[in-house]
């Protein structure tokens, strides 16, 4: 199964605490989870039940200037934020995700996320140098 999730990728933000103690996740990761969740749910995925291996291509936005925005964020949050959007929706947990490959490449001005989700055999074998 494959989508595109258009516009700007979000990494996943640490959760922040409120007034009261209370703990929230902060708007914007929040709607970037629910367009992907909405992208995934579009694609008319099938609920995999088994391991999966997923493939996620990350293209931040670029200025009117064709150079790509500095981004703080390292590859592991846009990922999470991306795997937890699409919980329920395309796998059950993302602890069936035994493969993830996460590529930063070139876009558009408004940048997008592509993400392809396939059914994943048994665990791979350890290097051989290890």
């Known amino acids: 199964m494959r989508f595109v999730v258009p516009g700007e990728p979000v990494p996943k933000a640490r959760p922040r605490m409120g007034r009261g103690g209370r703990v929230y996740t902060?708007?914007?990761t929040v709607n970037f989870e629910k367009r992907v969740a909405i992208?995934?749910?579009n694609a008319n995925p099938e609920i995999f039940t088994g391991s999966v291996a997923v493939r996620i291509w990350i293209s931040l936005p670029m200025t009117k200037k064709q150079v790509e925005r500095i981004s703080r964020a390292d590859l592991d949050n846009y990922a999470k934020a991306i795997l937890d959007?699409?919980?329920q929706i395309v796998y059950t947990d993302d602890r069936q995700v035994m493969r993830l490959r996460i590529d930063r490449v070139p876009g558009t001005v408004e940048g997008w996320v592509a993400v392809e989700v396939k059914p994943c055999p048994t665990l791979s074998r350890p290097p051989t140098w290890a």
Request: some cysteine.
């Open 85 to 87: 959007a699409m919980s």
């Open 39 to 41: 992208c995934a749910a």
């Open 26 to 28: 902060p708007a914007r």
